[in-house]
């Protein structure tokens, strides 16, 4: 008789290589080496501790075999394989395969779950690089400018970072991110683990065809690696790891519409696509639409550049929370207030949706998109989940 059983895994597409889960896991069945981040099946006995932990969701990954992947297995993977073929219940006593217990169902159930669903890629995104350079062979960077990107009495220090691989190759698609690993070691002696940075330029570089990229980054008081990151000099060499991500990719269709949404830092892919877009189609594509949070327009990163973006091709909203004399505002307000033209948004079939920045303005968004959804005859976690399942709906919040 054919046992299934069920095997957590990790999505290698997705994993950033930061290692958390591995420092979190209480009975050390998770492992890595350069080219992936595995688990024991031997030892794994399903606790979820690593689950919250992992920022990309690459961890809550799980499979039903009938014989567990093998470590080595593991570490050959560049995506996951898919899911085993089982008979149905109604035929397993004749094939032999044991039917899953009511306690591993719930618990498959819950995993797959996860944070409100895995994203999936847009159909048309090009297909993306994962994790060419690792934290035992990063790559070589080389520091072309370093700009401060809010007013210098801002409170808000944002830096405008450009990194040039020379030799190195770096494909890197609007959307992806990278790893820094800053020098030193941590309070246990052991060195600094790579900290994300999306990448803020489209895939032909800040600078079309110079193998460049451009990070945009706040520096984080006590923050290791952005203090770092924001002293760089012109000249100053930089390990690199990635790219990383494999979902939150813009689409290759230009009549695709976009309906971007972010604040602070979490305007560098934006960025990307709106270069992208500018450099490829200009005013003949489908139309993009920013919804962009800041406290004021002096710690708003790009506000002169993006006031430059023709309104046909971005239509902007700049919305500010800490402006005197005038009432707090915030991305999930402007939605409300802006409901005619999000929900014909929302109607369309070819609209895509990508949030990212602070994870505080998940939930006013949700709150919002509820409520236009339902002013056209819609419940907004249906649409939601059918939106993710097409590729259509992307969130990275931190």
Same mark, same amino acid.
Request: glycine share 8%; with cysteine.
């Given at each position: 008789m054919?046992?299934?059983?069920?095997?957590?895994?990790i999505?290698?597409?997705?994993?950033?290589?930061?290692?958390? /889960?591995?420092?979190?896991?209480?009975?050390?069945?998770?492992?890595?080496?350069?080219? &992936?981040?595995?688990? &024991?099946?031997?030892?794994? &006995?399903?606790?979820?501790?690593? #689950?919250?932990v992992c920022?990309?969701g690459s961890?809550?990954e799980?499979r039903v075999?009938?014989t567990?992947?093998?470590? *080595?297995?593991?570490?050959?993977?560049?995506?996951?394989?898919?899911?085993e073929d089982?008979?149905s219940?109604? &035929?397993?006593s004749?094939?032999?395969?044991?039917?899953?217990?009511? *306690?591993?169902?719930?618990?498959?159930?819950?995993a797959?779950?996860?944070?409100g669903?895995k994203?999936?890629?847009?159909?048309?995104?090009?297909?993306?690089?994962?994790?060419?350079?690792?934290?035992?062979k990063?790559?070589?960077?080389?520091v072309?400018?370093?700009?401060?990107? +809010?007013?210098?009495?801002?409170?808000?220090?944002?830096?405008?970072?450009?990194?040039?691989?020379? =030799?190195? !190759?770096?494909?890197?698609?609007?959307?992806?991110s990278?790893?820094?690993?800053?020098?030193?070691?941590?309070?246990?002696g052991?060195p600094?683990?790579?900290?994300?940075y999306?990448?803020?330029?489209?895939?032909?570089?800040?600078?079309?065809?110079?193998?460049? #990229?451009?990070l945009?980054?706040?520096?984080?008081?006590?923050?290791?690696?952005?203090?770092y990151?924001c002293?760089?000099?012109?000249?100053?060499?930089?390990?690199? +790891?990635?790219?990383?991500?494999?979902?939150? %990719?813009l689409?290759?269709?230009?009549?695709?519409r976009?309906?971007?949404? /972010?604040?602070?830092?979490?305007?560098?892919?934006?960025?990307?696509?709106?270069?992208?877009r @500018?450099? +490829?189609?200009?005013?003949?594509?489908?139309?993009?639409?920013l919804?962009f949070?800041?406290?004021?327009?002096?710690?708003?990163?790009?506000?002169g550049? %993006?006031?430059?973006?023709?309104? !046909? %091709?971005?239509?902007?909203?700049?919305?500010?929370?800490?402006?005197?004399?005038?009432?707090? *505002?915030y991305?999930?307000?402007?939605l409300?207030?802006?409901?005619?033209?999000?929900a014909e948004?929302?109607?369309?079939?070819?609209?895509?949706?990508?949030?990212?920045?602070?994870r505080?303005?998940?939930e006013?968004?949700?709150?919002?998109?509820t =409520?236009?959804?339902?002013?056209?005859?819609? @419940?907004?976690?249906?649409?939601?989940?059918?939106?993710?399942?097409?590729?259509?709906?992307?969130v990275e919040?931190?």
């Open positions: 054919t046992v299934a059983s069920k095997q957590h895994l999505d290698p597409e997705i994993c950033i290589r930061c290692y958390t /889960c591995e420092m979190t896991c209480p009975i050390g069945a998770i492992e890595h080496d350069d080219n &992936n981040v595995v688990v &024991n099946a031997d030892i794994c &006995n399903f606790c979820m501790d690593c #689950i919250p920022p990309t961890i809550d799980w075999v009938s567990p992947y093998s470590l *080595e297995d593991q570490y050959e993977w560049t995506e996951l394989p898919a899911q089982f008979p219940s109604a &035929n397993e004749e094939t032999g395969i044991e039917a899953l217990d009511p *306690e591993m169902a719930a618990l498959l159930a819950e797959h779950k996860g944070a669903g994203a999936v890629a847009p159909a048309s995104a090009a297909k993306p690089v994962i994790n060419l350079h690792t934290i035992g990063p790559a070589k960077a080389t072309q400018g370093n700009y401060r990107l +809010t007013a210098q009495d801002s409170d808000s220090d944002v830096r405008h970072i450009i990194l040039s691989f020379e =030799s190195d !190759k770096f494909p890197v698609l609007e959307g992806q990278v790893g820094i690993i800053p020098p030193g070691l941590d309070e246990q052991n600094y683990l790579p900290r994300l999306s990448v803020s330029s489209p895939r032909d570089g800040e600078r079309p065809n110079f193998n460049n #990229i451009s945009t980054v706040k520096r984080e008081d006590g923050g290791v690696c952005s203090n990151v002293d760089l000099k012109s000249g100053d060499t930089v390990d690199v +790891t990635g790219p990383f991500g494999a979902t939150f %990719l689409p290759e269709d230009p009549q695709a976009l309906l971007m949404i /972010c604040t602070g830092t979490g305007s560098a892919p934006m960025r990307a696509f709106t270069m992208r @500018q450099r +490829t189609v200009g005013e003949k594509s489908g139309g993009m639409t919804f949070g800041a406290r004021s327009s002096d710690t708003l990163p790009y506000f550049p %993006l006031n430059k973006v023709p309104e !046909k %091709l971005l239509k902007k909203h700049m919305v500010f929370s800490r402006v005197p004399g005038q009432a707090k *505002e991305v999930q307000d402007r409300l207030s802006e409901q005619e033209d999000v948004l929302l109607s369309d079939p070819n609209c895509y949706i990508y949030i990212c920045g602070l505080g303005m998940e006013g968004i949700e709150r919002s998109f =409520s236009i959804a339902e002013s056209i005859g819609l @419940q907004w976690t249906t649409l939601r989940d059918a939106m993710r399942e097409e590729g259509r709906y992307h919040t931190y």
